[in-house]
Each structure stands twice: as structure tokens, then as C-alpha cells.
């Protein structure tokens, strides 16, 4: 394997959408960093059986809508 070229491999926090948290190995940032997760097993409905909508948090549906709406003739 070649020296100098991987990522370095270090300890991370995960806080998943419920508050609970636990740590793994990562690439993530840097040794001690935190993700804080948007989505998680717990909250997202391919993993819970939900019919709820997904939160539009970066406004990409709310785009897609705008961008597309009259494409099939409304």
C-alpha cells in the first residue's frame, strides 16, 4: 500500500435524530468532531413503515416543484 495517500482514520461522535449517540471510527473531520445526523434508521420511512413526507431541509423538493410545474400540462 502506498504511504501518505488514505485519509487518516480516527473517533467520532454520531447524535442520530433522537438525541441518542454513540461513537465509531470514521474519516469524518478531525479526532473528537461531532455529526449530527438529519435522517437516521429511527426517523426515516424506508427503515420505520411511515407514509409521512420527508422534510424538505435544504429546499431541493421545493425546487424540483418549481422547476417542473407545468411540465404535464396541470
Do not use: C
Not at 429511527?42 to 425546487?63: F, I, M
Amino acid at each position: 500500500m502506498k504511504k501518505d495517500i488514505h485519509p487518516e482514520y480516527h473517533t467520532i461522535k454520531v447524535v442520530m435524530t433522537d438525541g441518542t449517540e454513540f461513537m465509531t471510527r470514521s474519516t469524518y473531520g478531525s479526532e473528537g468532531d461531532t455529526l449530527n445526523l438529519d435522517i437516521d434508521p429511527t426517523s426515516h420511512p424506508a427503515w420505520t413503515g411511515s407514509t409521512n413526507q420527508l422534510l424538505d431541509r435544504g429546499g431541493r423538493v421545493s425546487r424540483f416543484k418549481d422547476k417542473f410545474a407545468g411540465f404535464l400540462g396541470a
